[in-house]
Each structure stands twice: as structure tokens, then as C-alpha cells.
């Protein structure tokens, strides 16, 4: 089953507020007043009150003369839409933690799993897992391509047959279906580091079929840092997949100053 996951966490942006407010219809289930609210836009904040219904933001007005079933008294801090780490490497210890305290209260709503080239494979049957799993914070998934690579040649440092190759094409391509967002490298890890860019590009492409994207921890921080840098400018290109260097970084006291 695809898990999808509204990455905008937009109820408080400016394009819905105008809806909200002309929202009508059933008594408030739950009302916040004296918040003190950033929508996320990059519009100053504001003071508000929100009126909720369901699991549905209906109004957002500078006040709400309704009453509700619950109410809230933000006491004056701040209301925003939930926050998104895009670098997580938590996906087994969901299963042991589903609260996601240690998110939750830092108003992380979203966690992207499998950077750096190294996610759950298959990919599909964790995503599986995660739909059964009652849980407090939405998670999304890249496929790893260090993790892929592992899963048909273990770390073996050759390149792949052609037989091996169009293996690692069907993970990446079975994981895209599942509802990844992309592929992830980690040139920088074994059994990422054995992987020549020719190979990263072939699996980049079938990402690229899917809409996704290309995040990779590149295979040198250090003194060869603008060869990988260029490296991972040749995968997105070839690849033909927007590309994010994941740690925008220069290693090495020789280094620093020059990030």
C-alpha cells in the first residue's frame, strides 16, 4: 500500500485560511484561543483563534464567539504547522516508541527515513508494517541505495553483473511504487563507497520514472569534496532527478572557513 504523506502541513497557510474562515457548518469540537499563530508562509505572526471540527481546522478568525466541547487557552504561544525532520534514522525505534514523545514535544509532526543510502529493503513491507501501526507523527520513506546494492552483491567491492544490475532496478523500482520519495546515497559508507557513478545513475533513472528525488551523503566531505560534489551534480543530471546534497559541509580543520 503507498503511504502518502502531506509533506506541506499546510492547514494554517495563507491559501486555506480564506476557506476557513468561511467555513460553515456543525458546532466546534475544539477551539484554541489566544494563540499566537505562524502559518508557515513567512508572513509575521499573528493572534488568532482556531476552531476545530472532527479532525478538520474549519476557522481561523481573530475571534470565535462560539463555544466548544473543549477549549483551549494558548495562554499566548505559539500554534504552527507541525515540523518535518528530513534527516531521520529512527525507523526501527518507531516500532519500540509509536508515541514519538521526544518529536511530538518538539513540534516534529513528519520524519523522512532512509537517508544516506540505507533504508529498509523491501521497502514496501515496511510501509506496510507502518500503516498497521498506531502512531503519533507521519513518516516517509527514500529508498537506500547502499541498502539496495547489499541486498543483491552483500558488500562485495566489484560492479555489478548485468543480471545483478536489472535486480537492483526492480528494488528500486518495487520501492517507488510502495510510496518512496526518491533514492538516497551514501557514496561515503560500505557498500555505498564500492559503487560507481554509472551504477548510482541507472538506479537514479528509475527513481526519476516515479517523480522522486535524489538526496545523497556524498563520498568525500574532505579534500575531494568538489569531486563529489560534481559527482552528485552528474547523478541528478543523468539521472534526470532533482538532487540534494544531504550535508552541505567541508571535513578537516585544513578545511574550515571554506564551506
Given at each position: 500500500m503507498k503511504t502518502t504523506i502531506a509533506f506541506g502541513c499546510a492547514a494554517l497557510s495563507a491559501g486555506l485560511v480564506a476557506a476557513m474562515l468561511n467555513a460553515q457548518g456543525a458546532p466546534y469540537d475544539l477551539i484554541i484561543r489566544n494563540a499566537r499563530i505562524i502559518d508557515g508562509t513567512?508572513?509575521?505572526?499573528?493572534?488568532a483563534e482556531i476552531g476545530v471540527r472532527g479532525d478538520t481546522i474549519?476557522?481561523?478568525?481573530p475571534s470565535i464567539p462560539e463555544n466548544a466541547a473543549r477549549v483551549i487557552d494558548a495562554g499566548g504561544q505559539i500554534v504552527s504547522p507541525g515540523f518535518i525532520d528530513i534527516h531521520n534514522h529512527g525507523?526501527?525505534?518507531i516500532f519500540e516508541l509509536p508515541t514519538a514523545d521526544n518529536y511530538i514535544r518538539q513540534g516534529v509532526t513528519t520524519i523522512v527515513e532512509g537517508p544516506d543510502g540505507g533504508s529498509a529493503v523491501p521497502l514496501g513491507a515496511f510501509l506496510d508494517k507502518l500503516d498497521a501501526l498506531q502512531k503519533s507523527i507521519n513518516i516517509a520513506s527514500f529508498v537506500g541505495q547502499g541498502s539496495v546494492r547489499?541486498?543483491?552483491l552483500g558488500r562485495a567491492n566489484r560492479r555489478p553483473t548485468p543480471a545483478e544490475l536489472d535486480k537492483m532496478r526492480g528494488i528500486v523500482e518495487e520501492?517507488?511504487?510502495a510510496g518512496a520519495y526518491g533514492m538516497s546515497t551514501g557514496l561515503f559508507y560500505v557498500p555505498g563507497a564500492f559503487t560507481p557513478i554509472e551504477e548510482v545513475i541507472e538506479l537514479a533513472k528509475v527513481a526519476a520514472k516515479y517523480?522522486?528525488?535524489h538526496i545523497s551523503h556524498m563520498r568525500d566531505e574532505a579534500f575531494g569534496v568538489i569531486d563529489s560534489v560534481k559527482e552528485t551534480i552528474r547523478i541528478g543530471e543523468e539521472g534526470g532527478l532533482p538532487t540534494q546534497v544531504t550535508h552541505h559541509k567541508i571535513v578537516g580543520p585544513a578545511n574550515y572557513g571554506k564551506s
Open positions: 513567512g508572513s509575521p505572526w499573528y493572534r474549519a476557522t481561523i478568525a525507523r526501527e525505534n547489499e541486498a543483491v520501492s517507488m511504487k517523480g522522486g528525488i
